[in-house]
């Protein structure tokens, strides 16, 4: 698999640091409100990742935190005279509530900041003895100038970077930060302040930086050095570069052989803003639309390139992921008839001579840096393949066979379900549906077929669309 890597800029092709296996480390969120659509970008495509990668035969150990001590948790605790740990806990369920819907798996670990303190202060007192950090009235600061590679991933130059802090004085005095013997070092372990959450320490009573998390934790869970770091764009620079910083001066080993980073979701070409009014949560979007549209929709792109969600956008993935699920449909029908047929001479052809065509094109191009839009075309491809070479003749071992290939690739690989989640549709209006095709089937019996008419169209304007069959009225969204 080629991975396009940010520190070097360029596609490279996977090589783990032990054969076989992969860890990988995913920056989550803060925990301090329901996550919005922008959040689930990472969560679905690293998840697609992971997914992947198993599929190849990789064992992966897939770690990813949960950030549970912060100024916004803070922040929140405090307006709503809770404790911190009441407001990140009561997130953290629903963020993993909003994870099961997505259909992303839960990570091998989820480690959280609170949880890891001993870690932090050990990875902070390394630092200071190795001569990386230091600290003033009860804050440590990484040296920032003391770690020679600083700046590598977001190819910043050190000196513009300095130079980039005009003013300098007078900022740091304002963040109250003017004890840093340079403007670019960072914080790694900060004081308590009265009303905030605190844990003791060697340089008195107080909590760990950000940034500071992610290398104690990635190193906890993976180890030294991690095969694929990743998050999304906005994180390269401070937090990856600081990330970088820490561990390798800490560990003197490389931190991430691969760094992958996601771009930004737009909402109608805007930046989501709760100021802009076009801010939504997980939670909200997932009552309008099915989840799976959702991920399909996010998958629907290269990770790296910028995503536009839009009422429209959302549609024409509903529509286009319907064509898959009714291919899928198709199949299960004549598997359902298990008609005891042996697969034909033509059918074993279609499957070892074309069959494998679409797999393999599938896995080219999850293996081009995970390129899910070219696969979810190769997809398309299958189900018209799919469609085009059964018919009410065919063996059902034969629909079989392709079933379980649609399968692997859009539900164990894409995370896409093939069959349709009925949780889209509230039960009183199953019960409604049922209840107008039974008096559909009964106006029939009676020889009523305008009344019947009129029943399959009422159901239409409701989006819904019957099939009679041998067994039975079938009923489906459109
Ligand atoms: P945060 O809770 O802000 O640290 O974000 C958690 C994850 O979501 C990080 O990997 C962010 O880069 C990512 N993220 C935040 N906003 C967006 C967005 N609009 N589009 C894509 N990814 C985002
Ligand atoms: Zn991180």
């Known amino acids: 698999m080629r991975i396009f890597n940010t520190l070097t800029r360029q596609k490279e092709e996977f090589k783990p640091v032990v054969p076989g296996k992969a860890g990988i480390y995913v920056c989550g969120p803060t925990v301090y409100d329901f996550i919005h659509i922008g959040n689930a970008r990472p969560m679905i495509v690293f998840d697609t990742l992971r997914r992947y990668l198993e599929f190849r035969g990789y064992d992966v150990n897939y770690v990813s935190n949960f950030t549970d001590v912060d100024d916004k948790i803070i922040r929140r605790a405090n307006e709503e005279g809770k404790e911190s740990i009441e407001i990140s806990e009561r997130f953290i ?41 230091y600290e003033v ?49 960072f914080v790694l372990w900060k004081p308590m302040k009265p009303g905030e959450p605190f844990w003791e320490s060697p340089w008195g009573k107080g909590r760990p930086g950000w940034h500071l998390e992610c290398s104690v934790m990635s190193r906890k869970y993976i180890g030294g050095t991690l095969d694929i770091h990743a998050g999304g764009e906005d994180l390269i620079f401070p937090h990856h570069e600081n990330e970088i910083a820490q561990s390798e001066a800490a560990n003197d080993a490389t931190f ?11 909402i109608d070409n805007e930046k989501m803003s709760k100021s802009l009014g076009n801010f939504f ?11 799976q549209v959702i991920r399909f929709f996010m998958l629907s792109a290269q990770y790296r390139s910028p ?62 840096d995970l390129n899910t839009a070219d696969a979810i075309s190769v997809l398309f491809e299958l189900v018209r393949f799919t469609n085009a070479s059964t018919n009410e003749t065919s063996s059902s071992a034969f629909a079989k066979k392709l079933y379980e290939t649609l399968f692997t690739l859009s539900d164990t690989v894409l995370g896409i379900h093939l069959t349709r989640s009925k949780a889209e549709i509230s039960e009183d209006e199953v019960a409604k549906i049922e209840a107008l095709i039974a008096e559909r089937t009964a106006a029939k019996k009676e020889k009523n077929f305008a009344r019947a008419d009129e029943i399959r169209e009422e159901l239409k304007a409701m989006g819904i669309e019957i099939k009679d069959t041998r067994e039975g009225v079938k009923w489906q969204r459109i």
């Not at 992303?104 to 870690?119: L, Y």
């Not at 949560?281 to 989840?291: A, F, G, S």
């Not at 898959?324 to 001479?345: F, T």
Request: charged share 35%.
């Open 93 to 133: 369920k629903e963020c993993r509530r909003d994870m099961e819907a997505l259909n992303v798996r839960p990570a091998t670990t989820h480690p959280q900041a609170t949880q890891e303190i001993p870690d932090m202060i050990e990875m902070v007192q390394q630092l200071i003895d190795k001569g990386h950090a």
């Open 256 to 266: 991430s052989n691969y760094w992958m980073h996601n771009g930004f979701l737009k």
């Open 307 to 368: 995503l536009n969600f839009s009422a429209d956008l959302i549609e024409t993935s509903r529509v286009s992921l319907e064509r898959i699920l009714n291919g899928a449909e198709k199949l299960a029908e004549i598997i359902a008839k298990e008609n005891g047929k042996e697969i034909s001479a033509e059918e074993q052809r279609l499957l070892d001579e074309e069959l494998p065509k679409f797999v393999e094109k599938f896995d080219a191009a999850m293996d081009d």
């Open 281 to 291: 949560t997980v939670r909200e979007i997932c009552e309008k639309y099915d989840p």
């Open 137 to 185: 009235n009860g804050t440590v600061y990484f040296r920032t100038r003391s770690f020679p590679g600083y700046g590598k991933l977001s190819h910043k130059n050190i000196d513009d970077l300095e130079s980039g802090h005009r003013d300098e004085a007078h900022q740091l005095k304002v963040s109250g930060e003017d004890e840093k013997e340079d403007s670019l070092d």
